[in-house]
């Protein structure tokens, strides 16, 4: 049991260019999130899913897209990288099933993108 | 929208020492959670605790323990017998009911432990 994976963990793009973050959790949970952390902040939301086939926008959802066609895999894509999406981008998932830590949500071990 | 303040940048602890953690948040909800996570140098974040609003009982997990003010909209976290592990960055975070349940995080506060 691999909890949640991020691929990959490291990443240097310059301006224009496009990529895509791989989240991955083995733990069959409905809800997984796209985060980004900026130094000295908390966590904000990028976007979000509550199940296969679904997504819907956080809080700063300008410049990403996601996806969602596997229950286990949640995909953040930048299309065309800009200096201000240098950050450390966590994926996320919670159950929804009903049991004791379903209000719980783990955390992957975060990627750092740097754009130049 | 809610908003979650932590006011404490940084705080100092020596170890075997107990350290106290501010967090206020703003919410017109009745119902919802709040949780402590940790996030040492490696990254990774650690849920450390969490509080159900409706459970007026303090929630504790071994060292760690909360004191949950609802009417004050007040949360901290209390480490006692301080550890060299515990240096860290700790998040508070809130979880109402919006739509997906997420997460709102303060500004984090940096623990230091000294030997």
């Known amino acids: 049991n691999a909890g949640v994976t991020q691929t990959p963990k490291f990443r240097v793009l310059k301006t224009g260019q496009s990529m895509t973050l791989l989240c991955a959790q083995d733990?069959?949970?409905?809800?997984m999130y796209w985060y980004r952390q900026d130094p000295g902040m908390g966590l904000r939301l990028i976007h979000y899913?509550?199940?296969?086939?679904?997504?819907a926008k956080g809080e700063v959802p300008d410049g990403y897209n996601v996806s969602r066609l596997k229950k286990q895999n949640f995909l953040l894509g930048l299309e065309s990288a800009a200096p201000s999406q240098t950050s450390v981008y966590f994926c996320?998932?919670?159950?929804?099933?009903?049991?004791?830590?379903?209000?719980?949500?783990?955390f992957g071990p975060g990627t750092r993108l740097t754009v130049l | 929208a809610q908003t979650v303040t932590q006011s404490q940048p940084e705080m100092s602890v020596q170890e075997a020492e107990t350290v106290t953690l501010s967090c206020t948040y703003d919410?017109?909800?009745?119902?919802?959670?709040l949780f402590w996570y940790k996030q040492p140098p490696s990254r990774q974040m650690i849920l450390v605790i969490r509080?159900?609003?409706?459970?007026?009982q303090n929630a504790t997990e071994n060292r760690f323990s909360v004191n949950f003010q609802k009417a004050a909209k007040s949360f901290s976290l209390k480490i006692s017998d301080s550890q060299l592990g515990d240096a860290a960055m700790y998040f508070c975070?809130?979880?109402?009911?919006?739509?997906?349940?997420?997460?709102?995080f303060g500004g984090g506060t940096r623990v230091l432990v000294k030997p």
């Open positions: 996320a998932s919670r159950d929804y099933s009903g049991g004791a830590h379903t209000d719980t949500q783990y």
């Open positions: 733990m069959n949970h409905e809800y």
């Open positions: 899913s509550v199940g296969e086939g679904t997504t």
């Open positions: 919410t017109s909800e009745s119902d919802y959670y």
């Open positions: 509080q159900e609003a409706y459970k007026q």
């Open positions: 975070a809130y979880r109402g009911k919006a739509a997906g349940n997420k997460l709102t």
